[in-house]
């Protein structure tokens, strides 16, 4: 069975409530097809709970902890009982700019998973990794790592996000993502058989209306996850039209 294409927006830390309000309403209903999912930040999750028509909705961290003293914190379990359904997990912002690692992120996918959120796990390496031809090697091992947490019957999603192609206008070219997309799903039927038929994998970095179809039509990329594009309505909801 084919894979549901997917169409994921991460706002970062953009739109607070009442622009998150607006946003939905002005993308209204979404058509029926691809599973569109929109990570608003936590204090607009209400709103977007409110506001939403059709869209699932995810938090963009979690705590591995299940409660306690982790002042600024969020615990899946929040999340949950807020609306969130996913947790985009391992982000790059969260590697890089916030020193998460390998673990952190395992941990964070037990988390989600033992509290009914789906995982929505990102990798990718950076310009130097890429430029060192460690792409292989980065990749394996963070996806490995992503893997041990994910027993062979959850439910989640990978997203492949080249960090040099995020939030510069650099988009990997369809035939880079495919590259990439396969050495994952390779690496998932090797350690999770046919489960790997079934998780899609999404590509991110500078996705765009006017590049998003070539992306998506790419071998073994089953969606987008989408930063700046998915802050206006009209360029969120032309991706969706293309998927
Ligand atoms: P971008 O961000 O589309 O703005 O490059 C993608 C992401 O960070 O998920």
Not at 51 to 75: C, K, M, R
Not at 107 to 124: H, N, S, Y
Not at 139 to 168: C, H, K, M, N
Request: net charge negative; aromatic share 4%.
């Amino acid at each position: 069975m084919a894979i549901r294409r997917v169409v994921a927006g991460n706002w970062k830390m953009h739109h607070g409530p009442s622009e998150a309000a607006r946003f939905f309403e002005a993308l209204g209903t979404v058509p029926d097809g691809p599973r569109v999912v929109v990570f608003p930040p936590i204090a607009s999750l209400a709103a977007a709970v409110r506001a939403a028509d059709g869209v699932e909705l995810g938090v963009q961290n979690i705590h591995p902890a299940e409660s306690g003293a982790f002042t600024g914190e969020t615990s899946a379990a929040m999340a949950l009982e807020a609306g969130a359904r996913l947790a985009l997990i391992g982000h790059s912002e969260r590697r890089h700019v916030f020193g998460e690692t390998d673990a952190d992120v395992a941990a964070k996918i037990r988390r989600a998973l033992e509290t009914g959120l789906e995982p929505c796990v990102c990798v990718g390496e950076t310009l130097e990794e890429r430029r060192a031809g460690r792409l292989e090697e980065v990749l394996e091992r963070q996806v490995l790592a992503a893997l041990d947490a994910l027993p062979t019957d959850a439910s989640f999603l990978l997203a492949y996000e080249p960090v040099w192609a995020i939030g510069t206008g650099e988009t990997a070219t369809p035939a880079d993502a495919s590259q990439a997309h396969a050495l994952l799903r390779e690496r998932l039927r090797a350690r999770h058989g046919d489960l790997a038929g079934r998780v899609p994998i999404l590509y991110g970095g500078s996705v765009k209306p006017g590049n998003a179809a070539d992306l998506m039509n790419a071998d073994e990329v089953d969606g987008v996850l989408v930063g700046g594009a998915s802050l206006q309505a009209e360029s969120f909801r032309a991706i969706i039209d293309a998927a």
